[in-house]
């Protein structure tokens, strides 16, 4: 469950933006039920939502993190994520050492 959900910053991005929470729960995947659990501190965001959101919203994971009040790692620090980056610096490494030692 989440700590905090900032209602009032939601509210102002998605009027800032000329959205709705039904945009905002298109965009991330959420059914709108879903996403008024969210909205009352019931459901808290998986990091692909936060991304989501974020995306929408015009702002950087880490403040929708933040402002949703979650314990969610923030986009980018998925491991996941963070090992197919290493895999892939990895093969760019070992190519341009093949290219070097060719």
Not at 19 to 26: E, N
Not at 79 to 101: D, F, G, K, M
């Amino acid at each position: 469950m989440a700590l905090f959900f900032d209602q009032p910053w939601f509210e102002a991005r998605l009027a800032e933006r000329g959205q709705s929470r039904a945009a905002l729960a298109a965009a991330a995947g959420l059914s709108e039920a879903d996403l008024a659990l969210v909205w009352k501190d019931q459901r808290e965001l998986s990091a692909r939502e936060v991304a989501a959101f974020a995306e929408l919203l015009g702002a950087t994971g880490a403040e929708v993190a933040g402002r949703a009040g979650v314990s969610t790692p923030t986009p980018g620090s998925d491991p996941i994520t963070r090992i197919a980056e290493l895999e892939r610096r990895v093969a760019a490494l070992e190519a341009e050492i093949a290219r070097l030692r060719g």
